[in-house]
C-alpha cells in the first residue's frame, strides 16, 4: 500500500530533547543531578545554543527539570503533586472557557472525597486524627482572616486524603480544589457559610473519629452536596 503523507523533517531541538530524555529515563543523568552545560550540550550533540535551550525549556516545561538563572539544569524528583501543578494553567483555562465543566469537576471531587473519607475512617490513627482536629481548629481560628478561611478549608480536605497513606490523593485533592478555588470563594464568603462549614467538618471529624466509615462517607457527601448548590444559588444565571 503506497501512502502519500510527506515526511516531516524534524527540528534540531527535537532530537536534542529526545536524546536528553532518554539518558534521563535510563539512569544516566538521575533525578536531582545537573545537566551538562549549555556549551557542553552543544558540543556534544554539534547543535547551536537555540536549539539547546529549546530542548531545555521543553523540559522545564513538562516538570522534568528546574532551570535557575545562572546554573545548570536540574533533573527534578517526579512527585503526584508536581505532575497536577503542571496541567493547572489548562485546568483553570477549561473551565474558564467551559464552564459547564466545573459540574463535572464537582462531581468527581464528590466521588473521590466521599471515598476518601470513608477510608480514612477505616485506617486513620489516634495521631491521624489529633491532626485532623488541628487542622479543624486551625480552620475555626481563620474565622478572623477570611483571606485565609478558603486556605485552611483546603487544608482540611488534604488532611483526609492524606490519612490514606496515598501520596497521590493528597494531590488529587490540592489540585481540583486549587483549580476551581475562584469559584468557591463566594460560598465560604456568604453569610453563615462560616459557621455552616465548620459544623459539617465538625460532623466528619466526629465520624472518622468513630471508626464509622458509613458516616464519614455520608458526612463528607452532605457536606460537598450542600456547598454545590450553594453554588448554583450564588452563580450568575
Not at 533525578?31 to 552545560?37: E, I, T
Not at 467551559?98 to 459540574?103: D, F, Y
Amino acid at each position: 500500500m503506497t501512502t502519500t503523507e510527506p515526511i516531516h523533517r524534524r527540528k534540531l531541538y527535537q532530537e536534542v530533547l529526545d536524546r536528553l530524555l532518554e539518558r534521563i529515563r535510563s539512569g544516566e543523568i538521575a533525578p536531582g543531578a545537573q545537566l551538562p552545560s549549555e556549551r557542553e550540550l552543544m558540543e556534544f550533540y554539534g547543535v547551536g545554543r537555540p536549539a539547546v535551550r529549546e530542548a531545555l525549556q521543553s523540559l522545564e516545561r513538562s516538570g522534568i527539570v528546574e532551570i535557575t538563572h545562572g546554573e545548570r539544569a536540574r533533573v527534578l524528583l517526579p512527585n503526584a503533586q508536581s505532575l497536577f501543578d503542571q496541567i493547572a494553567g489548562s485546568a483553570r483555562h477549561l473551565l474558564r472557557m467551559q464552564p459547564e465543566t466545573l459540574e463535572h469537576l464537582k462531581e468527581a471531587r464528590v466521588f473521590l472525597e466521599c471515598g476518601m473519607a470513608r477510608q480514612a475512617a477505616e485506617r486513620a490513627s489516634d495521631a491521624d486524627i489529633a491532626r485532623l482536629r488541628e487542622r479543624l481548629a486551625e480552620h475555626r481560628a481563620s474565622m478572623a482572616n477570611l483571606s485565609k478561611f478558603l486556605e485552611h478549608d483546603m487544608a482540611f480536605h488534604r488532611e483526609i486524603a492524606l490519612i490514606s497513606g496515598n501520596p497521590i490523593f493528597p494531590a488529587i485533592v490540592e489540585s481540583l480544589f486549587m483549580w476551581a478555588s475562584e469559584y468557591y470563594q463566594p460560598l465560604v464568603r456568604a453569610p453563615g457559610a462560616e459557621e455552616l462549614t465548620l459544623s459539617e467538618h465538625l460532623r466528619i471529624v466526629e465520624a472518622i473519629a468513630a471508626r464509622q466509615p458509613q458516616q464519614a462517607e455520608q458526612a463528607m457527601r452532605e457536606h460537598l452536596t450542600r456547598a454545590n448548590e450553594l453554588y448554583r444559588q450564588l452563580a450568575p444565571g
